[in-house]
């Protein structure tokens, strides 16, 4: 039996998938301002990939300045408050804090962020200066954390801003594809309100663009910027694929993110990958009331790609690791019964399986974490894109695509990162645009 109980309505959802870094009151906020020490060259600060002042804005909470909090936190940051709560704090800031060299809890940075800016959406506080309007027009390509940072940004310079977004909600990611227990969709949606009443730029849902959308956007803007993430759940190629119940990973974790407790999720499940989408989709199903999750991967523990603390947290509420084995089937007549395995182990730098190993385990739902395609369809209609081998956008310093009038960030570009790294490059290429558009 699970540790979790199938959650059969809303309230009993929210039980299950409690906010992991919750909202901090007032009192909590003040003394844990006051544990830091406000430090010189602040390390935390340098971990931050958005750059944000963080001894500046702790130290703005500690003397009551809430209002000038939030206000150096978004100056580095569009999503300053999804980010409190979705970034690996672990591994960034709060990983960084010099208070682990000597063995005591670093600050909690991200949740002390969370709480600032939270404040500053609830009050609708004006904290942002547009420039004034100098004629010129930018497109944006998806609603995501790259795009709406680098609309915000521009917005700030004068541009008018038009982003197309082909699903009904913006935030990309943080509201389709982190995990329930990071962050509630109300959150996500709160600021993406209170940003766009801010810098008033305007988004278009439900409007993919594809072939000719793309030809008159082109004609109609100064400048376009393609911040489209990536696509579906990458096939395996195994046999069985196709059965019911064999779902990936992405699909499933948007399903619940807008379906919560109405979402299927088998008895007992099988995850395949290592990596944080792994881990969340593994965290998902436990918490969703399946009796068991294991979570399989080709290689060893060490080699996966998540980060330790996620594998913590999904053990932490009864998911078991499989190392070392290669799916080479998911079993089944017309719905999955089981996967079969063949054992790996190391030879070098390879991974070859061994002989005679093959091994197989019931289950009644397979989700495959193993990546997701890049879009290459809608980027091979922009003329002179260039994609590396991976098949991620090659763009230049200012984020420009070759010598076109497009620029691009966030996951087409990086490949898949965390939502500050598509924030910092949104950000980042309003810069390009307005240097490429000014010369
Ligand atoms: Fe405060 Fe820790 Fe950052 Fe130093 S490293 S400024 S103590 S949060």
């Known amino acids: 039996m699970g540790e979790f109980n199938k959650p059969t309505s809303e309230s009993e959802f929210?039980?299950?998938?409690?906010?992991?870094?919750?909202?901090?009151?007032?009192?909590?906020?003040?003394?844990?301002?006051?544990?830091?020490?406000?430090?010189?060259?602040?390390?935390?600060?340098?971990?931050?990939?958005?750059?944000?002042?963080?001894?500046?804005?702790?130290?703005?909470?500690?003397s009551g300045n809430v209002t000038g909090s939030a206000e150096t936190?978004?100056?580095?940051?569009?999503?300053?408050?999804?980010?409190?709560?979705?970034?690996?704090?672990?591994?960034?800031?709060?990983?960084?804090?010099?208070?682990?060299?000597?063995?005591?809890?670093?600050?909690?940075?991200?949740?002390?962020?969370?709480?600032?800016?939270?404040?500053?959406?609830?009050?609708n506080k004006n904290l942002f200066k547009l420039g004034d309007p100098n004629g010129k027009?930018?497109?944006?390509?998806?609603?995501?954390?790259?795009?709406?940072?680098?609309?915000?940004?521009?917005?700030?310079?004068?541009?008018?801003?038009?982003?197309?977004?082909?699903?009904?909600?913006?935030?990309?990611?943080?509201?389709?594809?982190v995990a329930p227990y990071k962050i509630e969709n109300e959150e996500v949606l709160d600021e993406m309100e209170y940003l766009q009443?801010?810098?008033?730029?305007?988004?278009?849902?439900?409007?993919?663009v594809g072939g000719d959308d793309l030809r008159k956007i082109e004609s109609d803007y100064d400048a376009v910027f393609v911040g489209i993430g990536l696509g579906n759940t990458s096939m395996l190629g195994l046999p069985g694929e196709d059965l019911q119940n064999c779902v990936g990973a992405t699909?499933?974790?948007?399903?619940?993110?807008?379906?919560?407790?109405?979402t299927e999720i088998g008895k007992n499940v099988i995850v395949l990958g290592g990596g944080n989408t792994a881990m969340d989709a593994a965290s998902e199903s436990a918490r969703m009331g399946a009796e068991s999750v294991i979570?399989?991967?080709?290689?060893?523990?060490?080699?996966?790609?998540?980060?330790?603390?996620?594998?913590?947290?999904?053990?932490?509420?009864?998911?078991?690791?499989?190392?070392?084995?290669?799916?080479?089937?998911?079993?089944?007549?017309?719905?999955?019964?089981?996967?079969?395995?063949?054992?790996?182990?190391?030879?070098?730098?390879?991974?070859?399986?061994?002989?005679?190993?093959e091994f197989e385990i019931a289950c009644d739902m397979v989700i495959k974490a193993t990546g997701q395609i890049k879009q290459k369809e809608f980027l091979g209609q922009?003329?002179?894109?260039?994609?590396?081998?991976?098949?991620?956008?090659?763009?230049?310093?200012?984020?420009?695509?070759?010598?076109?009038?497009?620029f691009a960030g966030g996951d087409a570009v990086n490949g898949g990162a965390e939502v500050v790294n598509a924030a910092a490059e949104g950000k980042g290429a309003a810069s390009g645009i307005d240097k490429f558009l000014s010369e």
Request: proline letters at 4%; a negative charge.
């Open 73 to 123: 936190i978004y100056a580095s940051n569009y999503f300053g408050n999804a980010c409190g709560k979705v970034c690996p704090t672990e591994v960034l800031c709060e990983g960084a804090c010099v208070y682990n060299e000597q063995n005591v809890k670093p600050i909690e940075i991200g949740r002390l962020q969370n709480f600032a800016t939270r404040q500053a959406i609830d009050e």
């Open 295 to 357: 979570l399989s991967y080709r290689r060893g523990t060490e080699e996966m790609g998540a980060y330790e603390f996620e594998y913590d947290l999904a053990k932490g509420v009864g998911v078991r690791g499989l190392f070392n084995a290669q799916p080479i089937e998911i079993l089944g007549n017309g719905k999955v019964e089981g996967v079969k395995f063949v054992k790996t182990e190391a030879s070098g730098n390879q991974l070859k399986e061994v002989a005679r190993s």
């Open 137 to 177: 027009k930018v497109a944006i390509i998806g609603a995501g954390p790259s795009g709406i940072s680098c609309a915000c940004e521009l917005r700030t310079l004068g541009y008018a801003v038009d982003i197309f977004e082909a699903k009904d909600k913006p935030s990309g990611l943080t509201v389709h594809g």
């Open 197 to 208: 009443n801010q810098f008033g730029y305007q988004v278009k849902y439900n409007s993919p």
């Open 382 to 406: 922009i003329e002179g894109v260039q994609m590396d081998g991976k098949g991620r956008i090659v763009i230049d310093e200012s984020g420009r695509i070759g010598v076109t009038k497009y």
């Open 251 to 262: 699909e499933l974790i948007e399903e619940l993110r807008q379906n919560h407790h109405k």
């Open 14 to 62: 929210s039980k299950n998938f409690s906010q992991i870094k919750p909202l901090m009151n007032e009192t909590e906020a003040y003394y844990e301002s006051s544990r830091c020490l406000f430090c010189y060259d602040a390390p935390c600060q340098t971990a931050c990939p958005t750059a944000i002042d963080i001894p500046l804005f702790i130290r703005q909470i500690s």
